[in-house]
């Protein structure tokens, strides 16, 4: 059965950092683009980062550019997400997804996703 588990989350300042990792259990990372996404209260999900199942090629929606950094460590079956310079607008659940195929903006697109990790920042 495909998993996917996402911790880090948690309530930092603006200005504050957090990493997220997603771990895969029941598969193996290695031939899977994986995505970021986050949804906050009353707002649409959107794609945050995604990266290729090499690691040779990320993105990342223009709001969290030069703040948010995505890596993958395929022989530990995990990706992170490195936020640093956190604003109050990037409050919002994080799910990491997977997909055997390219990278998408669309989660609908995904094989499977975790549960999510809440990420508050506020003072």
């Known amino acids: 059965q495909l998993q996917l588990v996402e911790s880090g989350g948690g309530l930092v300042q603006p200005g504050g950092s957090l990493r997220l990792s997603c771990v895969a259990s029941?598969?193996?990372?290695?031939?899977?683009?994986i995505g970021w996404f986050r949804q906050a209260p009353g707002k649409e999900r959107e794609g945050v980062s995604c990266t290729s199942s090499s690691g040779g090629w990320s993105n990342y929606i223009d709001s969290v550019k030069g703040r948010f950094t995505i890596s993958r460590d395929n022989a530990m079956n995990t990706v992170y997400l490195q936020m640093n310079n956190l604003k109050p607008e990037d409050t919002a659940i994080y799910y990491c997804?997977?997909?055997?195929?390219?990278?998408?903006?669309?989660?609908?697109?995904?094989?499977?996703r975790g549960q999510g990790t809440q990420v508050t920042v506020s003072s």
């Open positions: 997804a997977a997909r055997s195929d390219y990278c998408s903006p669309f989660l609908y697109r995904f094989d499977t």
């Open positions: 029941g598969f193996t990372l290695d031939n899977y683009a």
